[in-house]
């Protein structure tokens, strides 16, 4: 009675059924784009960003989007419809297809598939640490399924008994391997990276609550503007705003959560709240 | 009764039978591994080299090899048994596994499958035109599924008439997306980069090749040095040794394939010549 369903080209069906063959060059070459959102009472909550930014993703790898954005969303209303729970994740993926010559696109494989996730957070989660790392994504303005760095350093982010671990290059700090970071500086400045970033959706909800209670800048962000910040956030679709008070082991600001990550929390759930009321298929 | 047969965590089975679930992190993360060699009758050229570099890369993502190489030659060797032809490309794929969090490295799933291609050039192929591309790969020592730029730029090859692209950061150039490169200057020396590329196999048989023929150096080569160069060409595990007379369109040497690339072919062949007769299980 409770099982998750998916969708795939077409065809609703048992999570645990979906199979690709492995010819796909998105398992045999890692060509394949996603996204991910989450619904709040079986409202898929901003979900016109998150089709956006996948049709978007799908457009820079030349990859043919098998439905409209209309077709689209019918199938997250029927899947959401379709779930036990009324607060999921949804997962879209689409592929580069099964190709012959385990190399050229062919036609794409779309899946689009219920995620259980936590309850998320209805005040300001704990402060964490991070730690930072040299690197920068490829095609960072593409959700690419390509996390190959991310996922070969959690073993340096147990060790330092760390959240997550933050990505910079010489212009800067950038972004987590799925979150994007926001800095308060010591002038009251609400800063987060403009470039190699992937636009998060809560990223741009966090930059339009912050309209009216503090200035915003999209720059580059040094190590060491990072390191003197007054407070640090991380933005995310399941988390919202986690602070951040400890970076390589410095503490940041006054050590604990600031006033305007509180702020930003509350006027991004209310903004959720707002889209969940309004919402209509 | 020619089915081409795989092999999959322990079970040998119809190619086309081969399917993953798709929570696999190969696919949603595409955090895999794999490799590829060529069969001659029915020896498996240059075994040795190839799962010593596979093994490699799995080490490189921390990804838990299932098999100890005597079992995987025990595999292989079954595998080129089962097949209908002599003269196949056998690829390992050693993926993430089934991650519920779609994000931490779980079992690894292992898959050996028989890739129709071919029959192996017997003489110097023809002249190819290249075109050059600032890229690194990242990781560029570990053999990972992650090929977005090479198939990426496909377009872009096919638009210009070339043959493939070719690499090249602030260091020099590099590799091509599947194959390696090698110049010979006009001093005549043998050249190939030392860093940033893939340890090919049959880079590894090239440069054994050209001993007593000519000196050999693995170091930076810039573009410039490129353009300028005697002799270009490719190595490949499919192709062995492919010449290049365009890059950019701009003519190489004498705009014809040069004596080096055919010395070095015949010797290529002669070395797994003498590798499929003294091969033993």
Chains 1, 2 share one sequence.
Do not use: C
């Not at 997962?91 to 996730?117: C, H, K, M």
């Not at 994504?137 to 933050?166: C, W």
């Not at 990505?167 to 470039?195: D, H």
């Amino acid at each position: 009675m409770d099982k998750l369903i998916a969708w795939m080209n077409g065809v609703y069906l048992p999570l645990e059924e979906v199979k690709i063959g492995y010819q796909d060059i998105g398992l045999l070459r890692g060509y394949a784009v996603f996204d991910f959102l989450r619904t709040n009472q079986r409202v898929p909550v901003f979900l016109e960003d998150y089709l956006q930014r996948f049709q978007e993703s799908a457009a820079a790898l030349r990859l043919d989007m098998p439905l409209s954005e209309q077709a689209m969303r019918n199938v997250v209303r029927k899947l959401v419809e379709l779930q036990p729970q009324a607060e999921m994740g949804l997962r879209f993926l689409l592929t580069g297809g099964y190709s012959e010559d385990a190399y050229t696109v062919q036609e794409p494989n779309l899946i689009i598939s219920p995620v259980p996730i936590k309850p998320v957070p209805t005040v300001l989660p704990d402060a964490v640490k991070i730690i930072t790392y040299p690197y920068e994504r490829q095609l960072p303005q593409v959700k690419s399924i390509h996390y190959t760095m991310g996922i070969l350093l959690q073993q340096e982010v147990k060790a330092a008994n760390a959240f997550d671990v933050l990505y910079y290059s010489e212009q800067g700090v950038s972004e987590f391997p799925r979150s994007n970071v926001f800095i308060v500086n010591q002038q009251g400045v609400l800063q987060t990276p403009a470039n190699a970033v992937l636009k998060g959706v809560t990223r741009k909800q966090v930059i339009q609550a912050a309209a009216n209670l503090l200035p915003v800048e999209e720059k580059n962000i040094s190590l060491d503007e990072l390191y003197s910040a007054a407070e640090i956030f991380i933005t995310s679709t399941t988390k919202k705003i986690i602070p951040v008070t400890l970076v390589d082991d410095r503490v940041i600001g006054a050590g604990k959560p600031g006033p305007v990550a509180f702020q930003l929390f509350d006027r991004l759930s209310a903004a959720e709240e707002d889209y969940v009321q309004q919402f209509q298929w």
